[in-house]
């Protein structure tokens, strides 16, 4: 058993889906989550600046005595998993291989469509992943560079005219191609899941990268015997930017109400 926390970050709210699902697998576990909202996205950044932020984002989480470190952002654990996990003495886990094995086991037809961040697209990290463990798989990438800044300002329901606008745009060629597997590769795409269901149809399969990177964290920590006896965790929320609206939108995408202090951090000193 290791009581100690689990840190979880990601470049802004998107990384509370991940964290909603670590809460349903995990509920014993205490949880400190860090949202770099004063510098979101990440995604159309350079692969330096993304490792350089990642650095700062765990340098902070690690002022915490934790067990493990969750990225929580399909852009991070694209660019900068292997380069965070050498550094560090804690385990240090992403959303994309769980999410790659998951979608390469899921299709049917050999088509897998990929919606990302700029940054994880270029990166080509998914399509290697997916066709090491079926390498008749074709990948599909559509980079979606305004879906996170969408969703961070509350855009993301059904009927809402601008999603839906940017939603058709974007999908329409994976719909076209005949895709029978979709890959969110971005934490904060499961709140848009409604809208692109609509847009793919129901025979497609949607593929959540952060509730797969939360099925990955459950058992990596029950194989290491490192889970918590507790019957309820805690939760601590930290922003690089105002606080003022975290708890309302954090909900949205928590499933529950925020009712904790939220704390703000320099990120820059880190």
């Not at 004063?38 to 989480?61: H, M, W």
Request: aromatic letters at 8%; a negative charge; proline letters at 5%.
């Amino acid at each position: 058993m290791d009581e100690r926390p689990i840190g979880v970050f990601d470049s802004g709210l998107g990384g509370l889906t991940t964290v909603r699902e670590l809460r349903r697998l995990l509920p014993g576990e205490d949880i400190v989550y860090f949202g770099d909202t004063g510098r979101v996205p990440y995604g159309g950044r350079s692969a330096e600046t993304i490792v350089k932020y990642a650095r700062q984002d765990v340098a902070f989480l690690r002022t915490f005595d934790l067990k493990a470190i969750v990225i929580a952002c399909g852009t991070v654990s694209t660019t900068a998993l292997e380069v965070l996990a050498a550094e560090n003495p804690i385990p240090v886990l992403g959303v994309v291989a769980p999410a790659a094995a998951a979608a390469a086991r899921a299709t049917k037809n050999g088509r897998i469509g990929l919606i990302g961040t700029q940054a994880s697209i270029r990166s080509g990290a998914y399509e290697r992943l997916i066709q090491a463990q079926n390498p008749a798989a074709q990948v599909l990438s559509q980079p979606c560079p305004l879906f996170v800044p969408l969703v961070e300002n509350g855009r993301f329901r059904r009927g809402d005219i601008v999603i839906e606008t940017v939603a058709a745009e974007y999908l329409a060629p994976l719909r076209e191609a005949g895709v029978d597997t979709l890959v969110l590769g971005c934490t904060h795409y499961p709140l848009l899941e409604e809208v692109i269901s609509a847009h793919m149809g129901p025979e497609v399969a949607l593929i959540n990268a952060g509730a797969e990177g939360a099925r990955a964290v459950a058992c990596a920590l029950e194989g290491a015997d490192a889970l918590s006896a507790r019957s309820r965790g805690t939760y601590r929320y930290f922003v690089s930017d105002r606080q003022e609206d975290f708890s309302h939108l954090a909900s949205i995408f928590l499933g529950w109400d925020v009712t904790e202090a939220v704390g703000q951090v320099d990120i820059s000193q880190y």
